[in-house]
């Protein structure tokens, strides 16, 4: 992920575990700050376990905003935390991992592309090709749409339409009541939504959203519509439009989004999502930095675990070794500690016993770190000056010169 990240421009940041709690309870919105763990410090304040990285990465960006040139594009890989009950089955526990993508300076879609586009790469480089699906949408579209319908409490619109496709026809109902649509509008929403089914593709998507402008959406909506054409536009010309759609039901509960928002599906499993992000455009003013559009997203590595695992695609454990230094009895320990040191400056993993074992169990050991090879340090019947190389798959043996154990084969 890391290696997938350099190579779409983005520059690693270090962010720290432990944050102030008022970053959570002002910029990430009620449900992420009562999912924060928190305590105070030796001095009375109150702080906080990071339970999600943007706001961390943020106010890393506002100290150097300054001197930054545009675009910044970080990603991090770090240790999170949630306060709230494990669900193992569905990837959720109280301490993770998450990968972040974050472009900061760049108003228009050309960075939700380029954003999205990395992701892709991240997520195939690990396996997860041909596995997931992105939905986007666009919350200004999404309000429009709640505005047209009556919604007096977007809010609580927004709750109703994120859980449509977890609810049943009547809680859906219901939700959307409690935002002030009605029971027509309800239905009409309800039909509309399941039209859009697993999401539509650029140029149905084009036509179901021109639908909803011939219905009256507002001037911040169509701009929305246009963001959301554009962006379409963009990731299809890119080759990436095998596996993104659009999708009206996504609307991202965090409060810090503004505009573009989007989410990652496993396609076998469509409730299952892989990632999620958007655009965040005055994050970085609200922690008393320059205006400065931004977008970002997080991947979960316990659902990117989930989803692998499903497809047989997840690694088997840490990388194999590639030698095991074997040696026939101790007189021979100190070279094999030196041709590992050899082994390793050279570029190649290497190991060797350090527990006296006979030449069995060594070679025991070195098939069960799955290792490609074994170099056998003195057999009797090997020529002076050579060490015997097995082949750890076959068992073909060959005889190789001391002096060249660390070369290329």
């Given amino acids: 992920m890391r290696a997938a990240g350099r190579r779409a421009g983005f520059s690693e940041l270090e962010v720290p575990c432990v944050e102030s709690f008022e970053l959570y309870q002002v910029k990430s919105g009620e449900e992420i700050a009562k999912q924060t763990w ?9 702080v906080a376990l990071v339970s999600e990285t943007t706001p961390s990465v943020v106010r890393v960006f506002v100290d150097r905003a300054k001197s930054a040139a545009l675009p910044v594009k970080w990603f991090t890989l770090s240790k999170t935390w949630r306060y709230e009950e494990p669900q193992m089955g569905a990837g959720r526990t109280r301490e ?12 228009g879609v050309e960075a939700d592309a380029d954003l999205i586009a990395a992701a892709t790469l991240v997520l195939d480089e690990v396996g ?26 977007l809010e609580r619109f927004f709750q109703a339409v994120d859980r449509f496709r977890k609810t ?6 219901s939700g959307l ?23 539509l593709p650029r140029s149905a998507a084009e036509a179901f959203l021109a639908r909803w402008v011939e219905r009256g959406l507002d001037l911040p909506a169509r701009k929305g519509v246009e963001r959301l054409t554009s962006l379409l536009g963009l990731l299809d010309r890119a080759g990436l439009g095998d596996r993104i759609v659009y999708d009206p039901t996504v609307v991202r509960g965090l409060a810090y989004y503004t505009s573009t928002v989007f989410e990652a599906y496993a396609r076998a499993e469509e409730s299952r999502s892989v990632f999620g992000g958007g655009r965040y455009d005055h994050l970085v003013e609200l922690f008393g930095g320059p205006p400065t559009p931004a977008v970002g997203l997080a991947i979960g590595d316990q659902t990117l675990e989930i989803l692998l695992r499903g497809a047989g695609r997840w690694p088997d454990g840490e990388p194999g070794l590639d030698t ?3 040696v026939v009895d101790p007189t021979h320990v100190s070279e094999a500690v030196a041709i590992v040191r050899e082994l390793r400056e050279s570029g190649v993993s290497a190991e060797c016993d350090l527990l006296a074992r006979s030449m069995s169990r060594q070679l025991r050991e070195a098939a069960r770190r799955r290792c490609r090879r074994a170099l056998i340090v003195g057999l009797k019947e090997a020529t002076p ?19 060249a154990v660390a070369r290329p084969a």
């Fill in 177 to 199: 009541a409690l935002a002030g649509v009605g029971p027509q509008g309800a239905r009409e929403l309800a039909a509309q939504f399941a039209e859009v089914g697993s999401g």
């Fill in 385 to 403: 000056g050579s060490v015997v190389e097995r082949d750890l798959a076959t068992g073909a043996q060959r005889e190789i010169a001391r002096d």
């Fill in 128 to 153: 997860a090709k041909g596995l997931y699906s992105i939905r986007l949408n666009d919350r200004a579209v999404a309000e429009g749409i709640g505005r047209l319908y009556g919604a007096a409490d």
């Fill in 96 to 107: 993770f991992t998450q990968f972040n993508l974050d472009i900061f300076g760049v108003p």
């Fill in 168 to 173: 049943s026809p009547t809680e859906f109902a």
């Fill in 38 to 46: 928190t305590f105070s410090d030796k001095g009375g304040r109150p």
């Fill in 324 to 326: 095991y230094v074997v």
